[in-house]
Structure formats: structure tokens, C-alpha cells
Nanobody, 127 residues
Framework: QVQLVESGGGLVQAGGSLRLSCAASGRTFSSRAVGWFRQAPGKEREFAAAVTWSGGRTYYADPVKGRFTISRDNAKNTVFLQMNGLKPEDTAVYYC????????????????????WGQGTQVTVSS
């Protein structure tokens, strides 16, 4: 079993930065890809970024490419999402999620491929 807890959200002005953390418990976490998803009010949950279990490959949605960076520290069972150049349209609840499978060579971008979810952290970007 894997449990996830996000932190690091908050209120920031446009152009600012935030660093989200996803702390995990469970001995299989380091063998699973991790994704960050976000959900704005009235919208469906959407993919933002993902990293393979080894950290060797990263994936980004077009709206965040070049501004967000995902990374992981398996020794600390933590995944990070560094968000720079934030825009008002980045406002959402951000969730981290762990892959339902272990040791995948790639990271999925569909929420259906993730079994373990955190409670979310609110990110609000003011204009």
C-alpha cells in the first residue's frame, strides 16, 4: 500500500514560483512512476507532469512545459514539482499519484493508470 501527502501549495502572484512536495509511505513507492495532476473548479482533472520510477524520464503537458520541473528523491520517498513562471490559469488543486503498476519503463498520463492519490494541495495564482 502507498500513501501520499502533498504540501507546498499556496497563493502566489503571476510570474512567481512554488515547489510542491509529495511525501510517500510504502515500500513499493520507489518502484512506481509518479504523476502530478491538477483540477480547476468546474473542470476535469488533467495531467501536468510525470516521472518514471527511476527518475530517468520525465513527461510534461504542453501548458506547463518549460515552466514546471518534476523530480524525485527515492531515498526520501519524495517527489517534487517545481513551478516557475506561474500564470492565473495554473490555479487548481494539485494532486500527486502513484502508478498502479511497478517498474514501468515509461510514465502514464491518464489518471486511470494511477491507483494511489494524495488529498491535494491548493495553488492559487493571482493576476
Amino acid at each position: 500500500q502507498v500513501q501520499l501527502v502533498e504540501s507546498g501549495g499556496g497563493l502566489v502572484q503571476a510570474g512567481g514560483s512554488l515547489r510542491l512536495s509529495c511525501a510517500a509511505s510504502g515500500r513499493t513507492f520507489s518502484s512506481r512512476a509518479v504523476g502530478w495532476f491538477r483540477q480547476a473548479p468546474g473542470k476535469e482533472r488533467e495531467f501536468a507532469a510525470a516521472v518514471t520510477w527511476s527518475g530517468g524520464r520525465t513527461y510534461y503537458a504542453d501548458p506547463v512545459k518549460g515552466r514546471f520541473t518534476i523530480s524525485r528523491d527515492n531515498a526520501k520517498n519524495t517527489v517534487f514539482l517545481q513551478m516557475n513562471g506561474l500564470k492565473p490559469e495554473d490555479t487548481a488543486v494539485y494532486y500527486c499519484a502513484a502508478d498502479r503498476l511497478t517498474l514501468r519503463t515509461s510514465a502514464a498520463m491518464s489518471p486511470n493508470d494511477y491507483n494511489y492519490w494524495g488529498q491535494g494541495t491548493q495553488v492559487t495564482v493571482s493576476s
